[in-house]
């Protein structure tokens, strides 16, 4: 992609996310129209729906050939990464947004012939805004982030939700206890976005999870990508961008000894 179009596209990104932002701000103390999905503490919002709106109708208004992959089903179902691609969550921790009014994201990666370009995570609440352009470098609120350090797993904290110790679960789950205790201690924010983002900015050192969708990590392997961190399947294998994929994402020390000696799919 021509840079000045890339840089275009960064820009209007930005001021679409932030008043967007600023839109959910400033009716956080409103009544909310909460309905569940697929079970009940899968939660959706009248919020969440409307401002996936706001970004299909302002991305369909100004670049009509671009595709656009979101939660809450008012974008395009695609099946190949080709072209230009907006993988948008709308709202990213719902269950915080109901319950919490904070630690709730806004992300967007934009992907070219499948190739994570522009990666954008805003906290909204916070007003911190994390963004990326591939090969540039990662920022928070326009401070370039420091390249990760090469910490050791013992000296780590690891970003992981208590889903593998559930019925049916996909992993090993004696091998993650041992991950659990080898670890200098374990978090869980209900955001995957701030996840990612928190582990770009080094305060996380990896993230282990069992099932995201496209629009939970399209930003976030873009920002740890340009900090010099690894992103894939919780087994190794690469992302595919137009599925759920487990995940597994870290410096590259860290990385390999996670998923070389403590994840055992099942
Ligand atoms: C969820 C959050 C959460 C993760 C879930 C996601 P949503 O996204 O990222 O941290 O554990 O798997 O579905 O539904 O709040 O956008
Ligand atoms: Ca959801
Ligand atoms: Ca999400
Ligand atoms: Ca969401």
Not at 17 to 29: T, V
Not at 68 to 89: A, C
Not at 185 to 209: M, W
Request: charged share 25%; glycine share 8%.
């Amino acid at each position: 992609m021509d840079a000045d179009l890339k840089q275009d596209i960064y820009n209007q990104a930005i001021e679409w996310i932030r008043e967007a932002g600023d839109r959910i701000r400033e009716s956080i103390g409103e009544p909310l129209t909460i309905d569940t999905k697929s079970n009940p503490n899968d939660l959706v919002t009248q919020m969440d729906k409307n401002t996936e709106k706001f970004f299909v109708e302002k991305i369909k208004g100004k670049y009509a050939h671009h595709h656009l992959i979101s939660e809450e089903g008012f974008g395009d179902k695609l099946n190949t990464m080709d072209g230009v691609v907006w993988i948008i969550d709308p709202i990213d921790g719902t269950m915080n947004f109901v319950h919490q009014k904070r630690n709730f994201a806004i992300s967007i990666g934009i992907y070219v012939d499948g190739i994570g370009e522009i990666g954008l995570i805003y906290d909204v609440m916070d007003d911190i805004l994390y963004s990326a352009k591939r090969g540039e470098g990662a920022y928070k609120n326009g401070v370039k982030l420091p390249a990760l350090e090469n910490k050791r797993l013992e000296e780590s904290i690891l970003a992981l939700n208590s889903f593998w110790t559930c019925e049916n679960r996909a992993v090993n789950e004696k091998k993650m206890q041992e991950l659990v205790k080898k670890v200098r201690g374990t978090r869980s924010y209900g955001s995957a976005a701030l996840e990612f983002a928190y582990l770009a900015e080094g305060i996380l050192d990896g993230y282990v999870t069992m099932k995201l969708a496209p629009w939970d990590i399209a930003a976030g392997v873009i920002l740890v990508q340009e900090v010099g961190g690894t992103t894939t399947k919780a087994d190794g294998q690469p992302l595919d961008l137009l599925k759920d994929n487990t995940i597994l994402s870290a410096n590259q020390t860290i990385h390999e000894e996670i998923y070389s000696s403590y994840i055992e799919l099942k």
